[in-house]
């Protein structure tokens, strides 16, 4: 809890202890002079009398509250970061039934490239926490996932939710890749950068995939690609006639040297990942090159706590008046 107006403060040192003094001074004077108390001590007390010695105090009570409500107390409700403009990024994921192959590997067991990207991209996204982030997933044609946002928990759970077969089928790099530098086109940020991975060759689409390059270089963005998947045969899951899981060892084509072009026309880099650690490391490669050093500033949110302390000076200004008047009236 913080104050706005300290300096009330001090007339709680300055005021309560010259009343506190008036008070006890009161007390030991009296207001009738006897010879001796000693028979009135010892006389029973009603519970009236309590509440005569109660009035006073009362009143301090009422000017404590009041002073402490003019220093105008507040408490926090937390931190609340300002954003300034830093990299704005673009995730353009493959979702198409090639990425169900089962070449990587996951605590030990044989898992799907899809599913393997996803756990990457989310650590990578919990990396970036001063970054807009958006994703674009495709197939035969591009899907906006989620737009570019700084709710990275909101892109986290959508990317969770991404599952082959959703999308028509096939590889559209060029439309997909002209999505993602779209997203980009009115972005202010001081770094602009398309992360596309896929793990096919462009076959769909109505953009070539060079042409979409040669956009997102007029509009300095810098393109990633990644080449997911291993060299050759890779076991792909097929269901049979009893409905259970086989494997067959097909071979799926990926256009290396078209995916180096766009790196290479944007200022991006083409890597291969052919395992999951491979894909790990380009991220975390990824995350080191595209660092900006920015400021953020932050601001602090308050709630006023002066009106309790100055309804409950109120309310004990009232009781005293009830009192005084009542059980605690005193005859001139």
Known sequence: MIFENPVFLTLLIIIIPVLIYHLELGTRRGAVNFSTTASLERAPKNWRVCWFKV???????????????LARPKVGLGKSRIRKEGIDIVLALDVSTSMLAE?????????????????????????????????IVFAGRPYILGPLTWDHNWIKSRINEVKP??????????TAL??????????RAKSKVVILLTDGNNNAGEI???????AGKELKVTVYTIGAGSQGLVPYPVIDSWGQKQYQMVEINLDEELLQKIATTTGGRYFRATDTQSLKTIFERIDRMEKTRVEMGKYSEYKDLYPYFLFGALGILLLEGILANTICRRLP
């Open 178 to 187: 002209t999505n993602a530098v779209k997203r980009l086109q009115e972005s």
């Open 55 to 69: 009035l006073p105090w009362l009143t301090i009570g009422t000017i404590v509250l009041m002073i402490i409500a």
């Open 208 to 214: 070539a995939p060079e042409v979409a390059a040669d």
């Open 165 to 174: 077969g959703d999308i028509e089928d096939g590889t559209a790099i060029g």
């Open 103 to 135: 070449d990587f590997k996951s605590g030990g067991k044989r898992i799907n490239r899809l599913e393997v990207v996803k756990q990457v991209v989310r650590d990578f996204i919990s990396r970036r926490p001063n970054d807009r982030i958006g994703v």
